[in-house]
């Protein structure tokens, strides 16, 4: 027999009070009156050596009694082992596990899988376990679906073999998108039958869950009701933290001294402070990657919850970051800094000089805004037999084809085979086309170039352009491609032997002959225009398309690649030129490992802070790569705030106290079969009837006699 409240029970200790009461209450059998003590006060009966228990049944009854209720209230049950014995049923279990930057604190990550091994030892052997990641997107360790843990044990087992490979990023965390993600999961698996449907369903989230933990797009999910959430939060024994961040002043797009003032002295740090932090005094210094320069250190007040903005220290030859010290976590205190400096490019225009200046192609190219915040751009008119062609600074020779000839024609080419960049433009209608068909072929190897008048009868205008050139890219936005207003009164026909195509085809007028091409000659361009953009021509210097365009064949890269020379760990940095062999090193020459880059599409991503160098074709550039910003407001959130947003929160329970749960439960299921406290209280109502009228008739046999003095 079992108790379900055996409490109660204690109360059977309440029949001390009829043993007391037996005793107290013993009084001398026989009453005799005495006018001579009628003033005086009774005395209350005493416990003495001489007290002795009568009516021994009456007392029994009374025990009996109130053991019976006593009881009664305890809910006895008789025991049925085969009832109680009943199997847990399993369980649907997924991990979230947060592997942000934020997780680089070694007291945090320890403390996190520290939750994992204690989830794990706690399940039953039924609970089937699946593991995802999360940082700035979601990694399937070991999924829903696994082929591995297609039973509860190897599903368990997977997760506890994959802890081994667990590492934190340097990305930032989008925990809102993780949690939406692996809630679909779960309810997909369910309706489609991969897993248990009638299983309850929980998900576990391990995370430091700080503050910029990007959970508002959690507003609005129809979170499942059927799945529950236990939030598992790892805290760090140091709070606190803050963050520098450097805010760099606009480039002067003229002064060439205004571009190393910025490189030198133009650059701010921004200094936050997150609101829990108990530092208040900071460091600020340059570093390079072997060691600080101390003589350079910097000390600021940040009280909690502030930022200070302060100039940096002059940067010494061979530092490439700027290191804080002082705050909670180190990890994010590196701002890596690239250089800022501009380059001189210059533009040859070697062409025809009419009498009209607007006539002249010069003219617009002078006026176009073609310097950029990495490079400023001079364009200067010349002969092409006085054309300095080992001239260090010159990058682009704009030509018309009727002033070169075959001695020249081959400078030309070896200047473009070294990396240059010829734009070849037929903007006269009357010129040799014979002639500049041949210079065509022999820059670009092109075999059956010819090139004839157009017939145009009032304007041409595109109809094909490729939208994926690094040329067209500016304009692949529905907004920005409508070329209806861009015409050509006149243009030239230009056709090559299309078995042996040299030349791309980049757009192409409305009677689907080419109006720009492109040829690669050794590492430069050769750009062919079949049109000029002066206004007797064509209505493109007018245009406000012609500068993207014209920029696009000064340099592709510029077109594909921002002026920005810093970014977060995982953002993607567009690069000109995949189709060629892309190299990766760091700051001090070193190549990259491949764990700590991505390539593709036309873009490269770090996985790591620090400073990059990316080769690609005729590309080189710098790129400083930072913690997210977001990984550093560390101040730690409160974990009702999923309740906000309609979560049901709950706590993953161990699998004793689960059997122990299950165990509660079926003895209350047993007691409420059984009904004994019934009986019970109907046994003690009897007894107490019969202890009553026990109790009355003692009283009448034992009533004293009267007896007069």
Same mark, same amino acid.
């Given at each position: 027999m079992g108790l379900l409240a055996p409490l109660y029970a204690l109360a059977a200790l309440a029949i001390i009070g009829p043993i007391l009461f037996h005793l107290i209450q013993r009084q001398p059998r026989g009453q005799f009156q005495f006018s001579s003590l009628m003033f005086l006060t009774p005395s209350a009966p005493r416990l003495t050596r001489r007290s002795r228990l009568d009516n021994w049944l009456l007392l029994l009854l009374r025990a009996l009694a109130i053991a019976l209720i006593a009881f009664a209230f305890a809910r006895p049950y008789l025991r049925q082992e085969s009832f109680l014995n009943s199997n847990l049923p399993g369980r649907n279990i997924l991990v979230l596990f947060d592997t942000s930057a934020s997780m680089q604190r070694e007291d945090v990550w320890q403390s996190s899988l520290q939750s994992l091994s204690e989830l794990i030892e706690s399940l039953s052997p039924e609970d089937r376990l699946a593991l995802y990641t999360v940082d700035d997107k979601i990694l399937p360790v070991v999924p829903l679906d696994s082929d591995t843990a297609n039973t509860p044990a190897m599903s368990v087992q997977a997760v506890k073999a994959s802890m081994a490979e667990l590492r934190p990023t340097w990305k930032r965390t989008r925990l809102a998108e993780g949690l939406r993600t692996v809630a679909d999961l779960m309810s997909t698996a369910a309706l489609t039958g991969q897993i248990d449907a009638g299983a309850e369903h929980e998900i576990v989230l391990i995370s430091d869950l700080h503050a910029d933990s990007s959970l508002e797009s959690l507003q609005g999910f129809p979170w499942p009701q059927s799945i529950q959430l236990d939030v598992r939060q790892s805290l760090p024994q140091t709070v606190g933290n803050a963050r520098a961040s450097l805010m760099a002043a606009d480039p002067d797009a003229e002064d060439v001294e205004a571009d190393e003032r910025l490189r030198t002295q133009g650059l701010k740090v921004r200094v936050e402070n997150n609101a829990n932090s108990p530092q208040q005094t900071f460091q600020l210094m340059?570093?390079?990657p072997?060691? %600080?320069? %101390?003589?350079?250190?910097?000390?600021?007040?940040? %009280?909690?919850?502030?930022?200070?903005?302060? %100039?940096?220290p002059p940067r010494p030859p061979g530092a490439t970051s700027l290191e804080l010290s002082g705050d909670g976590w180190a990890g994010d205190n590196a701002v890596f800094v690239a250089e800022s400096s501009r380059t001189v490019e210059r533009i040859a225009f070697v062409g025809t000089n009419p009498s009209q200046p607007e006539e002249q192609l010069s003219y617009f190219l002078k006026k176009a805004p073609l310097g950029t915040a990495l490079a400023r751009r001079e364009v200067f008119e010349t002969r092409l037999e006085q054309l300095d062609f080992a001239d260090p600074l010159l990058k682009t020779i704009v030509i018309e084809p009727e002033t070169a000839d075959a001695a020249t024609t081959g400078q030309l080419r070896a200047f473009t085979e070294a990396g240059g960049s010829v734009i070849v433009c037929l903007a006269r209608p009357n010129a040799d086309l014979q002639t500049s068909a041949e210079f065509i072929s022999a820059l670009t190897d092109q075999v059956g170039v010819q090139l004839t008048e157009a017939d145009v009868a009032k304007f041409s205008l595109l109809s094909a352009i490729d939208y994926s050139h690094p040329v067209f890219a500016p304009f692949a936005d529905p907004r920005f491609n409508d070329f209806s207003k861009l015409r050509f009164w006149s243009h030239r026909k230009l056709l090559f032997d299309a078995e042996k195509p040299h030349l791309r085809t980049i757009a192409s007028y409305d009677d689907l002959t080419p109006m720009?091409?492109?040829?690669?000659?050794?590492?430069g361009r050769v750009w062919i225009l079949t049109t000029g953009w002066q206004p007797t021509a064509s209505s493109l210097a007018l245009s406000s398309k012609f500068v993207p365009i014209l920029m696009g064949m000064l340099e592709p890269s510029a077109q594909a690649l921002s002026v920005q020379r810093s970014y977060e760990v995982g953002e993607s940095i567009a690069i000109p030129d995949m189709r060629v062999e892309v190299a990766l090193f760091r700051d001090d020459g070193s190549e990259l490992d491949e764990s700590v880059v991505e390539l593709g599409d036309g873009r490269v991503m770090f996985l790591e802070p620090?400073?990059?160098?990316?080769?690609?074709?005729?590309?080189?550039?710098?790129?400083?790569?930072?913690?997210p910003a977001s990984e550093s407001q560390l101040l730690p959130l409160d974990i009702d705030v999923f309740e906000q947003y309609g979560i049901k929160l709950g706590k993953v329970a161990a699998d004793g106290d689960r059997s122990e749960a299950l165990r509660q439960l079926l003895v209350e299921e047993l007691e409420g079969k059984q009904r004994l406290w019934q009986w019970l209280i109907v046994a003690g109502i009897a007894v107490l009837g019969v202890e009553t009228l026990l109790a009355g008739l003692f009283a009448r046999r034992n009533a004293p006699a009267q007896t007069e003095a």
């Open positions: 340059w570093a390079s072997s060691a %600080p320069y %101390p003589q350079t250190a910097t000390t600021v007040q940040v %009280p909690a919850g502030q930022v200070r903005v302060l %100039p940096t720009l091409l492109e040829a690669r000659v050794g590492q620090g400073l990059f160098k990316v080769q690609a074709g005729d590309f080189a550039g710098v790129f400083a790569v930072q913690v």
